[in-house]
């Protein structure tokens, strides 16, 4: 094929094969992430676990998946995407995910001290979380770049949607490989990690994906006659200097403090979400999981329909801003709502995965508009920095709390809303700041934002 025309970017069959080859890894990230959120409450008891972490572990655990990204991991893996192309670096990033995913394996089978597997696992899950960013943020490039004029949102919002299925599927299989129903059952090490296995089984698919799209990625270039670079002219060469003018854009700054503001809402709460439903709405584990499963279902339901709907009506500000209200509702419901009504908890669960859905269909298709494509690499990976400062704060912050409840019902009771009450401040802080972009959309029309 000598013409762009008859490239593989136009054949629409190759483009969706491309978007099935990134979005199993995606999956499978999401998968290992959350391969503990549902089972959280088991660490309320330390002693019943041969792994020895309590709630106040977990959460440092957790947040070792944003450390990386916040020292400037994820600006530099921008950068170096930018720099040296999505097939090399975006490999690079893919091979430290799937290795830092078998190092968090190695800590929580390895029978180690208590201390040294979390440090251990604290290492894996650094480098898992970088990687994992890294590899989002050239997924996300790569499906610009192959779906550039046509079906963008819609492309991204399916890539979201089974990404977060990997989240769906941990939620629900992890209480049912860990057997959660058990009472006065001390569990093995081997019980505990058989999510973990899991995960490094779905990974190992991801990673044989990848490796399709880098061949299907360069034969395109191939015939088009194009690079996965974008310094091709001296003057779109990065420039260091870009940071700052990215940095210094008023509405990529309201991009990112929605950005992680908002996931914190979400994100961070399904960590700690199981061990909060249980206490305020007097719902067992299996339900618990059940509800926080509900989440990342919405998203592969409407995260698709949403993008499409973006894509063909526009106002993406108007929508971010109906998300972020319908997440900051569920946060109130939850801490507001009357104890031991599960009711509550379902209908909060469903306005949580509905704004999960719709917040970011209509929030990543508006990067591209406010940035040149010669740094959309590094511009997502910015707005990925900012995100994982909240990532990585807000699990260490909570699972303190939810230590400090004690063993007592009231306290429990406590610590629930106290952890809520933090979800509610970065939920008044996202509808604040998509009302911002909507001001802003309004005197800058140019930009195009709700076209």
């Known amino acids: ?3 762009l025309k008859n490239s593989l970017r136009d054949n629409r069959w190759a483009c969706w094969l491309v978007l099935a080859c990134l979005v199993v890894p995606m999956f499978a990230s999401y998968f290992f992430d959350d391969m503990f959120s549902s089972i959280s409450p088991l660490f309320k008891n330390p002693q019943q676990l041969e792994l020895g972490w309590d709630s106040a572990d977990y959460g440092f655990y957790a947040s070792g998946y944003s450390f990386l990204c916040i020292l400037g991991g994820l600006i530099i893996g921008g950068v170096l995407l930018d720099k040296y192309g999505v097939r090399r670096m975006g490999s690079a990033f893919v091979a430290m995910m799937v290795g830092g995913a078998g190092l968090v394996t190695y800590a929580i089978t390895a029978g180690l001290e208590p201390n040294t597997s979390l440090t251990v696992a604290y290492v894996g899950c650094m480098l898992f979380g970088l990687g994992s960013e890294i590899a989002g943020v050239a997924v996300t490039r790569s499906i610009a770049k ?21 989240t769906a599927l941990a939620l629900l299989v992890a209480p049912i490989l860990v057997n959660t129903e058990l ?14 296995l899991a995960g490094m089984g779905v990974l190992a698919v991801g990673l044989i994906l990848w490796a399709a799209f880098v061949a299907l990625d360069a034969r395109f270039d191939k015939e088009a006659g194009t690079t996965d670079k974008v310094d091709t002219a001296e003057e779109d060469k990065f420039k260091f200097s870009d940071i700052w003018k990215i940095l210094s854009n008023p509405r990529f700054l309201m991009i990112a403090i929605l950005c ?28 618990s999981s059940l509800l926080l499963a509900m989440i990342p279902f919405f998203t592969i339901v409407f995260t698709p329909l949403f993008g499409a709907m973006v894509d063909k009506v526009g106002k993406a500000t108007r929508w971010m801003i109906i998300g972020a209200s319908m997440v900051l509702a569920a946060h109130l419901i939850i801490t507001f709502a009357p104890q031991g009504q599960p009711v509550f908890a379902y209908i909060a669960i469903g306005l949580l995965g509905t704004g999960y859905s719709l917040v970011p269909s209509a929030m990543w298709p508006s990067v591209p508009k406010i940035v040149p494509e010669k740094n959309l690499g590094t511009a997502y990976s910015l707005i990925y920095w900012v995100q994982n ?3 990585w704060s807000v ?16 306290g429990k009771v406590s610590a629930a809303l106290n952890a809520e009450y933090i979800f509610i401040l970065l939920g008044i802080i996202a509808v604040a700041t998509a009302l911002m972009l909507l001001h802003s959309s309004r005197k800058h029309p140019e930009l195009g934002l709700d076209k």
């Not at 949102?153 to 299925?165: D, E, V």
């Not at 009472?183 to 973990?196: D, R, S």
């Not at 960590?271 to 339900?287: A, Q, R």
């Not at 699990?395 to 009231?410: D, F, N, R, W, Y």
């Open 1 to 3: 094929m000598s013409t």
């Open 395 to 410: 699990p260490i912050l909570v699972g303190k709390i939810i230590k400090q409840g004690g063993a007592t019902h009231a």
């Open 146 to 166: 192959w779906f550039k004029g046509k079906n963008m949102a819609l492309a991204m919002g399916l890539q979201l949607a089974i990404a977060r299925l990997g």
């Open 260 to 287: 992680v503001t908002f996931y914190c809402c979400v994100i961070r709460f399904k960590k700690f979400g199981s061990d909060i439903l249980i206490h305020l709405f007097g719902v067992d584990i299996s339900i």
């Open 183 to 196: 009472t006065n059952h001390v569990y093995t090490l081997g019980e505990t990690a058989k999510p973990a």
């Open 389 to 391: 400062l909240g990532m």
